[in-house]
């Protein structure tokens, strides 16, 4: 029933910014979380940010803390994740999820029960 498309991934170069996109069907921007994760490979899956319904975030990953921007338009139920100074160690396949609680740390992606298919960033030096 829900469905969430990312886009937006692709190659650049350190310093660069990349502008990801997640549209979500069947799915309604109020009471829980929406957020970015990503995963390269053999590692796990990073909580990277999170918003709820009223535009609220919580701490972004120290990782990217600074650099990176998480919004939305609940207008087009999409949400985005800003990226900017991209770095080597930001690649990784890029994952939007929805419906996490309250209650729970939203970057911590069991609170989630749904997923995109992800996309991928790849930053070279």
Known sequence: QVQLVEAGGGS?????SLTLSCAASGYTFRRNFMGWFRQAPGKEREGVACIDAGGFTTPYADSVNGRFIISQDKTKNTL??????LKPED?????C???????A???WAE???HWGQGTQVTVSS
């Open 12 to 16: 650049v170069q350190a310093g660069g």
């Open 80 to 85: 985005y994740l800003q990226m900017n100074n």
């Open 91 to 95: 690649t990784a396949r890029y994952y």
């Open 97 to 103: 999820a929805a419906g996490g609680q309250y209650g």
């Open 105 to 107: 740390d939203c970057r």
């Open 111 to 113: 609170v989630y029960p």
